[in-house]
């Protein structure tokens, strides 16, 4: 038997055999990633991967904005399992995933997440009749993980981060 490795989605096992004077030796990994949802996403471009799998191109596409990447929010809400609610009179945004609540206000760089005040660099803002908010801040408020590989302008969100 030769060696091999196999990745089935999160679950990933690998054989390695050894034959240690006659007696066969077979080594078995099997590793799982905590990661449930990898979504990537290019900017400017409106097709957007959830776990490697083309979902139905946004209206809106990602964008940078005074140096932040923004998103619209529905998008990542509903991907991480959040409920949504926007009041369109006051224009708030609120944002509900286990026990976590996050409530924004497009034009208003104020936000607070469990009550708590937090400053954005950017307010979320309103495009092609869409929502958007800063990245990082939406995701890693939710727990999640952000790349950026700035060759190929494509973001990579991991929900839940992956433990160190």
């Known amino acids: 038997m030769k060696p091999w490795t196999n990745n089935y989605g999160y679950l990933h096992i690998s054989c390695d055999e050894a034959d240690l004077d006659n007696q066969n ?3 078995v990994d099997i590793s799982v990633d905590t990661v449930g949802l990898k979504m990537q996403l ?11 799998k083309p979902q139905p191109p946004l209206e809106a596409a990602p964008f940078v904005y005074n140096g932040r990447t923004m998103v619209p929010v529905r998008l990542i ?25 996050i409530q924004l206000q497009t034009g208003n760089s104020k936000a ?3 009550g708590k005040e937090v400053k954005l660099d950017v307010p979320p803002m309103v495009r ?14 939710f727990g999640a993980n952000v790349s950026f590989d700035n060759t190929t302008r494509t973001i ?3 929900y839940p981060a992956p433990k160190a």
């Not at 092609?128 to 408020?141: H, K």
Request: a negative charge.
């Open 42 to 52: 290019t900017l400017d471009n409106p097709v957007v991967l959830v776990n490697d």
């Open 25 to 27: 030796k077979i080594t």
């Open 128 to 141: 092609s009749g869409r929502t958007f908010v800063p990245l990082r801040f939406i995701s890693e408020a």
């Open 156 to 158: 990579t969100i991991l």
């Open 77 to 101: 809400a509903e991907a991480f399992g959040a409920q949504i609610d926007y009041d369109s009179v006051t224009r708030e945004i609120t944002i509900r995933l286990g026990e976590t609540v």
């Open 112 to 114: 607070m997440i469990n």
